[in-house]
């Protein structure tokens, strides 16, 4: 069974920083993209960053400079080290993993709340 365990979000005030984590357990998914998502109340979910096996890596041009991808040796673990947060980065923070970014698995979500 496949499973993808998220930790590390919270409560943090504007300027703060926060480090997000998500294991990846289980057979049967591929973890050549592993990504984080996020989704705001009454927007779309976005793609946040993204890690590709090889070493390419990809951000959102909202978090451009402020985020930070990072995988485990074994790529069974990725975490996003955020800095700089700001209002807009409130949201629910989801792990992805897959061969592409259309056909993996999900996390079940950790809240990011950026207030004062």
């Known amino acids: 069974q496949v499973q993808l365990v998220e930790s590390g979000g919270g409560l943090v005030q504007p300027g703060g920083s926060l480090r997000l984590s998500c294991t990846v357990s289980g057979s049967g998914v591929s973890t050549n993209v592993l990504a984080w998502y996020r989704q705001a109340p009454g927007k779309e979910r976005e793609l946040v960053a993204a890690?590709?096996?090889?070493?390419?890596?990809r951000y959102a041009d909202s978090v451009q400079g402020r985020f930070t991808i990072s995988t485990g040796k074994a790529r069974n673990t990725v975490y996003l080290q955020m800095t700089s947060l700001i209002p807009e980065d409130t949201a629910i923070y989801y792990c992805?993993?897959?061969?592409?970014?259309?056909?993996?698995?999900w996390g079940q979500g950790t809240q990011v709340t950026v207030s004062s």
């Open positions: 890690s590709v096996g090889g070493g390419i890596k």
């Open positions: 992805y993993s897959g061969f592409s970014t259309r056909d993996g698995r």
